[in-house]
């Protein structure tokens, strides 16, 4: 039986490493430091819910359909994947760009000054 590799030490909680890999056919063995994917650090359900996601080719109505959840928790379910992902900076790069846009958009900055601001970015 083949079972999913473990990413996180049961004793202290940090990353483990992977260090022997073994062909399944010849039995060859190979040890060095490899590093796991971040996908590999995601939860089953995480895992499903990218699955889905990705099935649907990204249409957060059509998983809120296959999954039978409501909108919020979709975008909540695609957030916490994001952040397990470690591409929060993405998230919060464009949460300033949209905070700038909306700044320029209430006329609480000029054209010049929203430039300048992304641009800075």
């Not at 359900?45 to 649907?56: A, D, G, P, R, S």
């Not at 957060?60 to 916490?80: F, H, N, W």
Request: a neutral charge; hydrophobic letters at 35%.
């Amino acid at each position: 039986m083949i079972y999913k590799a473990i990413t996180t030490c049961p004793v202290c909680g940090k990353k483990l490493k992977i260090t022997r890999v073994k062909c399944s056919s010849c039995n060859t063995v190979i040890e060095n430091d490899f590093k796991f994917s971040k996908f590999d650090y995601l939860t089953k359900e995480q895992l499903k819910f990218i699955e889905v996601f990705i099935m649907c080719r990204g249409s957060i109505k059509d998983v809120e359909k296959q999954l039978g959840i409501s909108y919020p928790t979709v975008r909540a379910k695609l957030d916490e994947v994001i952040n397990e992902l470690e591409y929060k900076e993405l998230i919060k790069e464009k949460k300033e760009e949209k905070d700038v846009i909306g700044a320029l958009e209430r006329g609480e900055i000029s054209a010049d000054e929203a430039i300048k601001i992304l641009k800075e970015d």
